[in-house]
């Protein structure tokens, strides 16, 4: 007998893009494969294309390969049997005409929007059409939700007219992320970190998203997006939210939510001025990546020669609450620079008098969270050099994760989607976030057009624009891979 509440079936629409190939489906397999998700459900993957089942699953299965996703081809064949290709038409409201036939009411139905944001309009009004907008349905909407407040809030009134906001699941893979759900753990489940995080004790957080990937074939995409909109109105600032949230009441996700939103209301509003001072906007020229020689962003393929898109922001924001009043948060993110890796550094306070000497201890007082590649916990602090010397020196206590639990990491979109089927709204943003998190960083798009500010050009292979390094300097301070 199934499990009813477990029981569903999911509509994936942009079934022949890339992140439904490469990332979705595989994500639902290996969910499948753990029996995590019923054996019953049913997975309906949307294009326009005319494709039959087995051509579409032999595709899938090329394509998440082709990902680097472990992948069985006999288990392959047992999860296809769940997945059947609809061709339709975002547009073409008669061929929504298929979804009642198809899909079963007395379910679960998931509708997850991998398309364009343009198309969610017409999608969502199609469904309501046919009348599966009923109160057993999900819709989840991928980023980016607009380019601007207006333009989000047009989308989610629009979505909103079809789906009350408990039906409405928007996801940023990151919050899916085990590292992520640690670094709650940590802070929530720990005394010794929960009693030294906040302003006595800490004197500067650093938040880093960094790719050595370009923008390759996504350039007209990202002309139209840019670093700003494509990570940090999103990315970087929940995970701001999470490292100086309040400790919840609870991990019902309202009360997490709640929290969320007050740090975002907390953020110190950017001026004009702020914005020339304290944000950064760069621009990858023509490097090396691991010795390879790398085009440029203007290089790029569907990129205008005269852009002015950035491909990396640095700002300093500052949270005006009791918690973390003048404590600098240094958020930054970058494509083509030297690594892969997302990272969270607490710098904790020095000690008032200093009775040895250091070797090196610009390290000490640190705690490094890594997200990716390795999901680890560095702890910095100073020990005592072995022999007749008093001089003291940086160590570190490691925590890795692949090594400590041997069970296999679920991917980021693997926990989203399990909690999209098991109805979980923790670890997706309420609208009241998204509306808070366009109101911060509306100022930085409105001073950038307005004062036509260009990007600052960096090397590809390097950590970014020099006055990225100044922004911190002014500060007396450094970004974490530049302390020797």
């Known amino acids: 007998m199934a499990d009813v509440q477990n029981c569903f079936d999911m509509v994936l629409f942009g079934g022949t893009g890339d992140l439904v190939k490469r990332k979705l489906l595989p994500a639902l397999y290996n969910a499948f494969v753990d029996e995590n998700i019923n054996s019953e459900a049913r997975f309906f993957c949307v294009g326009r294309s005319a494709m039959t089942d087995q051509e579409y699953s032999d595709m899938a299965y090329k394509f998440a390969t082709e990902a680097k996703n472990t992948i069985s081809a006999e288990s392959w064949r047992e999860f296809s049997k769940h997945i059947r290709y609809l061709q339709m038409d975002a547009n073409n409201s008669e061929t929504f005409n298929k979804l009642p036939e198809v899909l079963d009411k007395t379910r679960t139905n998931i509708f997850y929007l991998s398309t364009s944001p343009e198309l969610f309009k017409p999608i969502c009004s199609n469904i309501a059409k046919v009348g599966m907008n009923h109160s057993n349905s999900r819709i989840v909407l991928e980023k980016p939700l607009g380019h601007d407040l207006k333009s989000s809030n047009d989308i989610n009134d629009y979505v909103a007219q079809y789906f009350k906001e408990d039906q409405i699941y928007r996801i940023d893979h990151y919050l899916g992320k085990e590292s992520v759900q640690n670094l709650m753990a940590i802070r929530f489940g720990n005394t010794l970190f929960e009693a030294l995080w906040r302003r006595q004790w800490v004197s500067s957080v650093q938040i880093t998203i960094a790719e050595d990937l370009g923008v390759g074939s996504r350039g007209d995409f990202y002309e139209q997006t840019g670093a700003l909109r494509d990570m940090l109105q999103n990315h970087l600032l929940q995970l701001l939210c999470i490292v100086a949230m309040e400790p919840p009441s609870s991990l019902e996700a309202d009360v997490i939510r709640d929290e969320k939103l007050k740090v975002l209301r907390s953020l110190k509003p950017l001026t004009e001025d702020d914005v020339v001072k304290n944000v950064?906007?760069?621009?990858?020229?023509?490097?090396?990546?691991?010795?390879?020689?790398?085009?440029?962003?203007?290089?790029?393929?569907?990129?205008?020669?005269?852009?002015?898109?950035?491909?990396?922001?640095?700002?300093?924001?500052?949270?005006?609450?009791?918690?973390?009043?003048?404590?600098?948060?240094?958020?930054?993110?970058?494509?083509?620079?030297?690594?892969?890796?997302?990272?969270?550094?607490?710098?904790?306070?020095?000690?008032?008098?200093?009775?040895?000497?250091?070797?090196?201890?610009?390290?000490?007082?640190?705690?490094?969270?890594?997200?990716?590649?390795?999901?680890?916990?560095?702890?910095?602090?100073?020990?005592?050099?072995?022999?007749?010397?008093?001089?003291?020196?940086?160590?570190?206590?490691?925590?890795?994760?692949?090594?400590?639990?041997?069970?296999?990491?679920?991917?980021?979109?693997?926990?989203?989607?399990?909690?999209?089927?098991?109805?979980?709204?923790?670890?997706?943003?309420?609208?009241?976030?998204?509306?808070?998190?366009?109101?911060?960083?509306?100022?930085?798009?409105?001073?950038?057009?307005?004062?036509?500010?260009p990007p600052k050009q960096y090397t590809a292979g390097s950590w970014g624009p020099a006055s990225s390094s100044a922004l911190l300097a002014r500060d007396g301070l450094y970004w974490h891979e530049e302390i020797a």
């Open 280 to 453: 950064i906007k760069g621009q990858y020229k023509s490097g090396a990546i691991n010795g390879s020689p790398v085009k440029g962003y203007l290089e790029e393929e569907k990129v205008s020669p005269n852009s002015i898109t950035e491909t990396f922001v640095a700002v300093k924001a500052e949270i005006q609450n009791w918690r973390w009043a003048e404590v600098p948060f240094y958020l930054r993110t970058g494509k083509r620079m030297q690594e892969k890796v997302a990272e969270i550094v607490i710098q904790f306070k020095d000690i008032p008098v200093k009775i040895f000497p250091t070797a090196g201890g610009n390290f000490a007082n640190r705690l490094i969270i890594r997200l990716q590649p390795d999901e680890t916990v560095k702890l910095y602090f100073l020990a005592k050099q072995p022999g007749d010397t008093n001089r003291l020196q940086p160590v570190y206590l490691d925590l890795n994760f692949n090594e400590m639990f041997q069970a296999r990491r679920t991917d980021g979109y693997e926990r989203l989607l399990l909690d999209v089927i098991r109805g979980k709204l923790t670890l997706f943003v309420r609208r009241d976030e998204q509306i808070a998190a366009w109101k911060w960083v509306e100022p930085i798009l409105d001073t950038w057009r307005e004062l036509k500010i």
